[in-house]
Nanobody, 123 residues
């Protein structure tokens, strides 16, 4: 089991950057732990943004953020990051950090979720 706490959201102008952080506590030593970022905009379904395995380097991205967002992790700090560049108004959403041990990357079928952090991109 893991506990997740997001931070770093805020208001930014279009074209700007933000970095989200997700503090991870609990059973992080598992080779099966996969960390993901999702977002939900008002009136829309939850959308996959990015994912990374806690013990590997493979990364996965949603089509709408490829080339602009980067997921990374610092195992020593028990933190996963989402660097967001070239932000657009359509990136406005609540961003959630999530985790699972079942090999799921881009589906929403994760077991653990943070409380979310708001990102607002003004035009």
């Amino acid at each position: 089991q893991v506990q997740l706490v997001e931070s770093g959201g805020g208001l930014v102008q279009a074209g700007g950057s933000l970095r989200l952080s997700c503090g991870v506590s609990g059973r992080t030593f598992s080779n099966y732990l996969i960390m993901g970022w999702f977002r939900r905009a008002p009136g829309k379904e939850r959308e996959f943004v990015a994912a990374i395995k806690w013990s590997g380097d493979n990364t996965y991205y949603g089509d709408s953020v490829k080339g602009r967002f980067t997921i990374s992790r610092d195992n020593a700090k028990n933190t996963v990051y989402l660097q967001m560049n070239s932000l657009k108004p359509e990136d406005t959403a609540v961003y959630y950090c999530a985790a699972n041990y079942r090999g799921h990357y881009s589906t929403t079928d994760y077991d653990y979720w943070g409380q979310g952090t708001q990102v607002t991109v003004s035009s």
